[in-house]
Nanobody
Framework: QVQLVESGGGLVQAGGSLRLSCAASGRPFSNYAMGWFRQAPGKEREFVGGITRSGSSTYYADSVNGRIAISRDNAKNTGYLQMNSLKPEDTATYYC?????????????????WGQGTQVTVSS
């Protein structure tokens, strides 16, 4: 199994940027595709984007496309979510997840391993 720990969340003003990290331990991180999700209070968990095992392919949800970039450094066992031009509606708990299926876009049930989440709050 792989264990995931997110970090980098916090409070930021609208228009600002944040970079979230997802540190993996246990099994080799390169064995897994990685996804990022978010969940706002009272809302369902939303897929933000994903990246394949090697990092060669990424997928972004329409709601964030053009404002985010997902990357990974398998040598460091770490994945990243760079978020720019943040909006108040981006406020949520952000989760990284790992999947043994290798694709940038996967349904939630394909991700077997999850981090505990990190809070992002965007003030207007």
């Amino acid at each position: 199994q792989v264990q995931l720990v997110e970090s980098g969340g916090g409070l930021v003003q609208a228009g600002g940027s944040l970079r979230l990290s997802c540190a993996a331990s246990g099994r080799p991180f390169s064995n897994y595709a990685m996804g990022w999700f978010r969940q706002a209070p009272g809302k369902e968990r939303e897929f933000v984007g994903g990246i394949t095992r090697s990092g060669s392919s990424t997928y972004y949800a329409d709601s964030v496309n053009g404002r985010i970039a997902i990357s990974r450094d398998n040598a460091k066992n770490t994945g990243y979510l760079q978020m720019n031009s943040l909006k108040p509606e981006d406020t949520a708990t952000y989760y990284c997840a790992a999947s043994l299926f290798n694709a940038g876009r996967l349904t939630t049930d394909k991700y077997a391993f999850w981090g505990q989440g990190t809070q992002v709050t965007v003030s207007s």
